[in-house]
């Protein structure tokens, strides 16, 4: 009877232990769904992942929450956006964590920009004085596929570090994710290319790296400057601006008041169109995949609906 105890105790051992290797090694915490979205393609089943800032949330400004330090606690690694996106929310999370591996400069923090292709590096003197959060070049990198690409590749090699033992594993799944993304980019390529040059406005500076590869020009913003709310002035200059250029689509990210927008359009018979900027902003761009099919289908269809060329 003891025998048949003991076997049984061992076999839940066993059990136990044959369940463990299956389960996630690592846990990565991401400050963006998008960033979240590009660990889970390289890291599959051995890395569980989360994401802090939810695609509909404006990701400059996340109010700090007591779970996100809980997370961060327990985090091998942390995967951040950087160029200063996360400045007022996410370093005062990332000390109070007391977690020595996700510390700045520690081995599990990634900053994804580092690998990046940023655009509007400026020169000169930087300051805030102005009220712009955008000091050390646009900290929306990742809505150019060939980004989410040089980020996927970073990913893989930081969980291979972490992870030597998987390293095989997630060389696979970026060698698969960057297949799919290559047959992808040229199906939305191709959906573009008539359009090459539309001209069009943005509530916020998050696109230049979308417009850059899918040959779009933004000519004007509803904010006067980047994270500043929009001023009678600068609103009636944009409207002079968009009659003159014939502009009929304004973008506008998810988290901001449509009032002005709205009126913009009324004023210049331009469409204003919700368009998400992360994974998840909407339920359909639920992966990084379905965040450009999702935009490129919508601005697709408003192009068509306007006339606009
Ligand atoms: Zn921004």
């Known amino acids: ?61 996340v109010e700090a929450k007591p779970s996100f330090i809980l997370k961060l606690h327990k985090a091998d690694l942390l995967v951040l956006v950087g160029r200063e996106l996360e ?22 923090y990634l900053d994804a920009s ?4 940023i655009l509007e590096i400026p020169t000169g003197q930087i300051t805030r004085a102005m009220g ?25 090699k930081k969980l291979a570090q972490l992870d030597p033992g998987d390293a095989a594993y997630f060389a696979a799944r970026y060698a698969d994710f960057d297949k799919r993304l290559a047959e ?22 998050s696109w230049p790296n979308f417009a850059e590869r899918f040959g779009l020009k933004v000519v004007g913003y509803v904010e006067p400057r980047p994270g500043i709310p929009p001023t009678p002035g600068h609103t009636f200059e944009l409207i002079q601006q968009m009659k003159r250029d014939g502009v009929k689509i304004i973008l506008v990210e998810p988290y901001f008041d449509l009032k002005t927008p709205n009126s913009v359009g009324r004023q210049t018979g331009a469409k204003v169109l919700v368009m998400s900027p992360s994974v998840g902003g909407v339920k359909e761009a ?24």
């Open 1 to 61: 009877m003891k025998r048949l105890t003991l076997s049984v105790a061992l076999l839940a051992l066993w059990a136990t232990g044959a369940t463990r290797t299956a389960e996630a090694s690592l846990n990565v915490v991401a400050s963006t769904q998008d960033l979240a979205a590009l660990t889970r393609e390289v890291g599959g089943d051995k890395v569980k992942v989360e994401g802090i800032c939810r695609g509909y949330q404006d990701p400059h400004f």
């Open 87 to 108: 400045i007022g929310w996410l370093p005062p999370l990332i000390q109070q964590s007391r977690n020595a591996k996700v510390q700045v400069g520690a081995k599990g």
């Open 286 to 309: 639920s992966d990084y995949f379905r965040l450009f099919d999702y935009d490129l289908n919508l601005l697709l269809a408003a192009i068509k609906e306007t006339g606009a060329r």
């Open 132 to 156: 712009d959060v955008h000091p050390q070049g646009n900290p929306h990198y990742w809505l150019d596929p060939e980004n989410g690409r040089r980020v996927a590749l970073a990913i893989q």
């Open 184 to 205: 992808a980019e040229k199906r939305w390529e191709a959906l573009m290319a008539p359009y090459k040059g539309l001209k069009i406005v943005t509530y916020h500076n």
């Open 114 to 117: 580092l690998t990046a292709r």
